[in-house]
């Protein structure tokens, strides 16, 4: 196999997944599906209380990758500080194409939907659904930035609204 395509991650390492965000490789374990030996990477994800298991010869084409590094984490933030770009296409097929970013897993590409769907106190309520895409971005981006820097939730959140109302 070629070693460029396979991913290599150690027990304790974080990771993240695209659809569920920062999870942590607590084992790699060789299973036995349908007669052949598989090995996998055993990944919980503590704010979902869920495990996942990725066949370590899948990972990357699963989307499975490292925190950002630190280059991607400054262009992130950068994006929150930038314009809101809204498109005037209708609502549903805005919505999925958030939802399509937040799923992507990459850390730009949420922090776009995070600032096109921030509202500042002066500006009009967010419907449900809006909320609830904004709410998820925040999550997921405040999740990667707290593994990185090694800090909490909370204060990632924090750290992330600084950088919206310097936008605003």
Same mark, same amino acid.
């Given at each position: ?10 027990v304790g390492?974080s990771?993240v ?7 942590k490789?607590v084992?790699?374990?060789t ?10 990477y055993?990944?919980?994800f ?5 495990t ?8 990357r084409?699963?989307?499975? &990758?490292?925190l950002?590094?630190?280059n ?10 930038g314009?809101? &770009? ?24 949420i922090a776009e939907?995070?600032r096109d ?14 909320r ?6 925040l999550? &997921?981006m ?7 820097e090694r800090i ?6 924090d750290l992330?609204q600084?950088?919206? &109302?310097k936008?605003?």
């Open positions: 196999m070629d070693v460029k395509t396979e991913l290599q991650f150690r390492d990771v997944y695209p659809a569920h965000g920062v999870g490789v084992g790699v374990e299973q036995d599906v349908a007669g052949m030996s598989l090995e996998v055993v990944i919980t503590d704010h979902e209380k869920m996942l298991r990725v066949p370590t010869k899948k990972a084409a699963a989307g499975l &990758r490292g950002a590094e630190g991607v984490v400054v262009q992130a933030l950068t994006t929150l500080k314009r809101a &770009r809204i498109k005037r296409t209708m609502w549903s097929r805005r919505a999925q194409e958030y939802e399509a970013k937040i799923n992507s897993g990459d850390l730009v590409s939907v995070v769907l921030h509202r500042s106190e002066s500006q009009p309520e967010q419907s449900y659904s809006e609830q895409l904004y709410e998820s971005a999550d &997921r405040a999740r990667e930035v707290a593994a990185i909490d939730r909370d204060a990632a959140i992330l600084k950088s919206l &109302r936008a605003a």
